[in-house]
């Protein structure tokens, strides 16, 4: 029996085998991975068999409230693995069909880009720009509008199957975490897999291609929803702010004024005297800062470095790893096999400029170690410099054993 849409089965086994690398957790029905993989061929067949013949219909997302450090929740919306699966199908469609299409500096979720390589393009223009607009978006997510997401879509196809999965998914209700079902008029779910994909196609509509034509000689830099905008002056930025605003309310969407901010880059080569000289962008904190030339002299250079919000929640995960805080593990070994590939990810990204700044953490980390080492071992725990020796020796004997080990020598210090 012929399908109504040409779908073959490899590209539903390709978005599962992405699905399942990206891992997540269960959606509403409570379906791991696992419990999927149990019936794999039956599964498969039937995201296949309903997405083929236009009968797939997502099931509700499930809504999680993940902790903000200013006290509030982000809404995440986790859809089921099946859903997961579909979505990427789509998403697999039409990713090279707009891909070519993109700003190059859009940086979020993107082949071939990262938010590093943002961080990189902010400090260089940074350095040549006086003046940041550093943006922040009210609930973008939340706040996208169907309508404008779906006309954006099909300028880059008229597939009608890939045009109507992606309004059902728009519209999919939502259950909050007290149970309550939640019918959608707007927004799509930050966690969903189609969802980056529709927000690059909004911003590149709405904002990038926008800028490219209205100011095409002034920089940004845009992942996903985060954006900085560059100016020689003051009095430009305020005037380019002034148009944003205007062309956001075109698109629905709205600026923070809490969190929306002009920042002067102030080095040693700037002398102007302006409150706020400073802003984060991507978990880099950009400031000015000393440094040391290759001839030695010492200057200013606004740059970045890790954030203390980051900083602060690299702790927090630390403070709270199981391995760590209930001594699951029964040897120091287990305990660095445990922790590294977290502490690996932080290095990787946060040292990739001002690598000194991630000290602060190190130090956290061995004091974690040592804490670890005090419960764990009874000759340790009745005096504290003992631990500390034990350290040292530790170090000593293998100092690759814990991934900051290998990139600091903390007993340098």
Known sequence: MAKSFNLSKKEVWDAYLSVKANKGSAGIDGQTMEDFESELKNNLYKIWNRLSSGSYFPPPVRRVEIPKSNGQVRPLGIPTISDRIAQMVIKKRLEPLVEPYFHPDSYGYRPGKSALDAIAKARERCWRDDWVLDMDIKGFFDALDHALVLRGVSKFTQCKWTLLYIERWLKAD???????????????????????????????????????????????????????????????????????????????????????????????????????????????????????????????????????????????????HPVVERCFSNSVEELARAIN???????????????????????????????????????????KWRSGEWLRKLYLENPLLFAHWRVWNWMAK
């Not at 019918?183 to 291609?209: C, E, K, M, W, Y």
């Not at 000015?288 to 929640?313: M, Q």
């Not at 400029?353 to 953490?361: D, G, L």
């Open 174 to 320: 939502v259950i909050l975490p007290n149970g309550e079902l939640l019918q959608r008029t707007q927004g799509t779910p930050q966690g969903g897999v189609i969802s980056p994909l529709l927000a690059n196609i909004f911003l590149h509509l709405g904002f990038d291609q926008w800028m490219h034509k209205e100011f095409p000689c002034i920089h940004f830099e845009r992942y996903a929803d985060d954006i900085v905008v560059h100016c020689r002056s003051q009095k430009q930025l305020e005037y380019i702010e002034s148009k944003i605003k205007v062309r956001f309310t075109q698109c629905k969407l709205e600026l923070c004024p809490e969190k929306t901010k002009i920042v002067y880059c102030k080095d040693t080569n700037r002398n102007g005297d302006y409150p706020i000289q400073s802003f984060d962008f991507l978990g880099y904190t950009f400031r000015p800062r000393s440094s040391r030339s290759r001839d030695g002299r010492f200057f200013v250079s606004f740059s970045p470095a890790v954030s203390r919000k980051a900083l602060k929640a690299m702790r927090l995960k630390v403070k709270e």
């Open 341 to 383: 590939p977290m502490i690996q990810g932080w290095i990787n990204y946060y040292s990739r400029f001002r690598k000194s700044a991630m000290s602060t953490i190190y130090d956290y980390i061995n004091g974690k170690i040592i804490k670890w080492a005090r419960r764990k071992f009874k000759q340790l725990k009745s005096r």
